[in-house]
């Protein structure tokens, strides 16, 4: 008792009265067994280690081409060299260590980075792929380490790092300029320390404690910056902290005041922390590229003007609307495009034969409109002598095509390509035109009468004669339209980024210029802008002509690889398809382990006499083995519900849990089987052989597969001749 009370002093009491309690564990996490020698876990862990560098590291510079995704993640990595702007679905940190890899390696971020194919020649490439390569290396020793940390059994430790070493898929994946090996060292790293901070449990608020509750939210964070997919890691860390919270609550010899300062501290190193870093990958990301480029289009106008060489940057113009004024309207669609006309007009059977009006990307003359009064046919507005009237919202206004004066129009004919939707058109002449000519103009979030600022006001349209919403589609018109992006009347007054416009250029000689830096958005609202835009741009991801995809059922089965090099005989050719050994080993261990628990909690439940050290083993698959079990449901399930393009390589964060799995599993069914084998020498056979002939098996398997990884050259494997012949177990391979 006096030990007890010792404890609750320092905060750290223990769950239950000391005649009942049970070892010490962090949430899911499983009772302490006995740790393997001391002197053997460091010599493992260094074998494992050199094992899983040896393999990500040999051939890296083969092929001395851009394989599959390089094509992305390489050219964005010269982007970052370069300080040019761009978009991508991905939050920016994989990018940024990919160019800063680069960078202290001496690649000058000039290699263009085209198409798969392209040859690296003089370019040093090796440096970007050394740092993916050191990164997957890395996995190894941190799933070796977790399971060690939640079941204390080396040969679950090594059977574990010795499915990821000898793992097809996992090599390939580590061995290019791919965000994928990034994104899983800081899913593991956030495993692993979680698993460390639960196994402090019993020192709370010691530096051991503090170091890896931290560094859990520091690798929170660098998962979240690499892919949105970081978002299942941190929601296996949260359902873990609140059963831990719960437990302490539940915990009466501690007092409130200990249970604020455990809630505080994991707000701290598990909210606030990693949320600070993350926003601080973005401040990076936006202070380096600062010159105009490629992205500029997908972002609003007030974001470009802070661009250097965007033609918005350091421009004066007027800052409130004005009728009169010559001006241009971006859709807030993803790359949505310009209002735009030209003397074109529809074709014959596409609604009225007028003149078209689409939306254009690029700055173009096409692109500028005259904002005129609705009842104002022969007023001159350019008149220097006749006064300023200023839009505002809700005033009825007429929109003329400066180049050929024409007004913006619709009426209740079909839409080109989008149906229910009617058609915009240009009408009128010299601006004369009718009265479905009329539109409404409203400024979101605004009141009656208000004024409408360039850049920073998003406007709708409203046609005052058939209700509908002026917009842009998304949707790419024929040759007859010159494969331009359809603009439409909608009458579904659903409000979209589609249906929103801002005011880009705008010209008028009787208004007083200001500085765009006045209406510059700030880093909130920065931040918020292109986690909008990444969100649609993820969830507008369609598959590319001829692209291979696949379906969550198809993963953990190993159905179908992705081509990284090479289509022919004649190709230096790459597969990423995982170990069929090793993934059909991880899939049966799924079912096998739910058996395994349903036995043991029954057992349990009905309260069968076992021994002390099969109470310990039961302990670690119901807990260790669920905690696990849970990461990859997390890692796993949530593709089922995602409408976007999938692709097989999405699946491996899911495998690195089914991997830790499968040690734990067939770690705990060997002992279960020795532990009924009353010799010991016996049990001792048994478990050695079993373990044995699975690590036999991987190495096998890895030998025949390994060229899959490593380079085929020759014929395909459908060719009796190949040597990789007799290997293509499923019809579905393509190597």
């Known amino acids: 008792m006096r030990r007890a009370r010792r404890g609750a002093a320092r905060g750290g009491s223990p769950r239950m009265p000391p005649r009942q309690r049970e070892p010490r564990r962090g949430p899911?996490?499983?009772?302490?067994?006995?740790?393997?020698?001391?002197?053997?876990?460091?010599?493992?862990?260094a074998l494992v280690t050199l094992l899983s560098f040896a393999s990500r590291f040999h051939r890296l510079r083969e092929p001395p081409h851009v394989c599959w995704d390089e094509t992305h993640f390489g050219k964005m990595g010269s982007y970052y060299i370069n300080r040019t702007f761009f978009f991508d679905v991905h939050p920016p940190l994989g990018k940024m260590l990919i160019g800063l890899a680069g960078?202290?390696?001496?690649?000058?971020?000039?290699?263009?980075?085209?198409?798969?194919?392209?040859?690296?020649?003089?370019?040093?490439?090796?440096?970007?792929?050394?740092?993916?390569?050191?990164?997957?290396?890395?996995?190894?020793?941190?799933?070796?380490?977790?399971?060690?940390?939640?079941?204390?059994?080396?040969?679950?430790?090594?059977?574990?790092?010795?499915?990821?070493?000898?793992?097809?898929?996992?090599?390939?994946?580590?061995?290019?300029?791919?965000?994928?090996?990034?994104?899983?060292?800081f899913l593991m790293g956030a495993v692993l320390s979680m698993v460390k901070c639960n196994n402090c449990a019993d020192r709370p608020f010691s530096a051991s404690w503090w170091f890896w509750l931290s560094l859990t939210g520091v690798n929170l964070a660098g998962a979240m910056?690499?892919?949105?997919?970081?978002?299942?890691?941190?929601?296996?860390?949260?359902?873990?902290?609140?059963?831990?919270?719960?437990?302490?609550?539940?915990?009466?010899?501690?007092?409130?005041?200990?249970?604020?300062?455990?809630?505080?501290?994991?707000?701290?190193?598990?909210?606030?922390l990693p949320l600070a870093l993350y926003m601080a990958m973005f401040a990076v990301h936006f202070a380096v590229l600062n010159r105009s480029g490629p992205g500029d289009g997908f972002f609003s106008s007030a974001f470009q003007s802070q661009l250097i060489g965007n033609n918005l940057h350091n421009v004066s113009i007027p800052e409130h609307l004005?009728?009169?004024?010559?001006?241009?309207?971006?859709?807030?669609?993803?790359?949505?495009?310009?209002?735009?006309?030209?003397?074109?007009?529809?074709?014959?059977?596409?609604?009225?034969?007028?003149q078209q009006v689409t939306a254009y990307l690029h700055k173009d003359l096409n692109n500028l409109w005259i904002i005129k009064k609705h009842d104002s046919d022969t007023a001159d507005l350019s008149d220097p002598s006749s006064p300023v009237e200023f839009v505002r919202h809700g005033d009825i206004i007429r929109l003329e095509h400066k180049e050929t004066s024409r007004n913006l129009h619709s009426h209740q004919h079909e839409a080109p390509l989008t149906r229910k939707h009617f058609q915009v058109t240009g009408y009128g002449i010299n601006g004369t035109g009718d009265s479905n000519d009329f539109w409404r103009i409203e400024v979101v979030g605004r009141k009656t009468g208000k004024l409408i600022k360039v850049l920073r006001s998003q406007v709708r349209l409203t046609h005052v004669a058939t209700g509908c919403i002026l917009g842009s589609s998304g949707k790419t018109l024929p040759k007859w339209g010159w494969e331009q992006v359809e603009v439409t009347c909608t009458p579904y007054l659903k409000e979209t980024p589609n249906s929103l416009w801002n005011f880009e250029d705008h010209i008028n000689p009787k208004l007083p210029n200001i500085s765009l830096d006045v209406l510059k958005p700030s880093f909130a609202e920065i931040l918020l802008?292109?986690?909008?835009?990444?969100?649609?741009?993820?969830?507008?991801?369609?598959?590319?002509?001829?692209?291979?995809?696949?379906?969550?059922?198809?993963?953990p089965i190993n159905y179908q690889g992705l081509r990284f090099s090479g289509v022919n005989e004649t190709d230096y050719r790459v597969y990423l398809l995982g170990n069929p050994v090793i993934w059909w080993l991880n899939l049966v261990t799924i079912g096998l382990y739910l058996l395994i628990t349903l036995c043991t909690a029954v057992a349990l439940k009905r309260g069968v006499r076992l021994t002390s050290e099969l109470k310990e083993l039961s302990r670690v698959v119901l807990r260790?083995?669920?905690?696990?079990?849970?990461?990859?449901?997390?890692?796993?399930?949530?593709?089922?519900?995602?409408?976007?393009?999938?692709?097989?390589?999405?699946?491996?964060?899911?495998?690195?849990?089914?991997?830790?799995?499968?040690?734990?599993?067939?770690?705990?069914?060997?002992?279960?089987?020795?532990?009924?084998?009353?010799?010991?020498?016996?049990?001792?056979?048994?478990?050695?052989?079993?373990?044995?002939?699975?690590?036999?098996?991987?190495?096998y398997s890895f030998y025949l597969f390994h060229p899959l990884s490593y380079g085929m050259i020759g014929p395909m494997a459908s060719d009796p001749g190949s040597p990789m012949a007799g290997l293509r177990w499923m019809d579905s391979w393509e190597f």
Request: charged letters at 10%.
């Open 225 to 272: 910056g690499v892919k949105f997919v970081g978002l299942f890691v941190v929601l296996l860390v949260g359902l873990n902290t609140i059963y831990d919270l719960w437990d302490l609550l539940g915990n009466l010899s501690l007092s409130l005041v200990v249970f604020g300062k455990h809630l505080l501290a994991r707000v701290l190193c598990l909210i606030v």
């Open 529 to 555: 802008e292109s986690h909008m835009v990444m969100i649609r741009g993820n969830s507008g991801l369609k598959p590319k002509d001829n692209e291979v995809t696949s379906k969550p059922w198809h993963w």
């Open 322 to 354: 004005a009728y009169g004024s010559v001006v241009t309207m971006k859709n807030l669609r993803m790359a949505g495009g310009y209002l735009h006309s030209h003397w074109h007009l529809y074709p014959e059977g596409i609604g009225a034969r007028q």
């Open 624 to 699: 260790g083995g669920g905690q696990i079990t849970l990461g990859w449901l997390l890692h796993y399930l949530p593709f089922f519900m995602m409408g976007r393009v999938l692709y097989f390589h999405h699946y491996f964060p899911a495998m690195l849990f089914s991997s830790m799995l499968t040690g734990i599993t067939w770690d705990a069914l060997l002992k279960f089987c020795a532990g009924f084998l009353s010799p010991c020498t016996t049990a001792r056979k048994v478990y050695g052989g079993g373990f044995l002939a699975l690590v036999l098996l991987i190495l």
């Open 28 to 45: 899911g996490g499983p009772a302490r067994p006995a740790a393997p020698p001391a002197a053997t876990r460091p010599a493992a862990l």
């Open 103 to 185: 960078y202290l390696s001496g690649y000058d971020g000039t290699f263009p980075f085209q198409k798969p194919g392209d040859r690296y020649e003089q370019h040093n490439y090796i440096g970007m792929r050394g740092f993916c390569a050191f990164l997957g290396s890395c996995l190894v020793p941190f799933a070796y380490l977790t399971v060690l940390e939640l079941s204390k059994s080396l040969p679950a430790a090594l059977l574990t790092a010795f499915i990821l070493i000898f793992d097809t898929g996992c090599i390939t994946l580590s061995q290019y300029i791919l965000l994928d090996p990034i994104l899983m060292f």
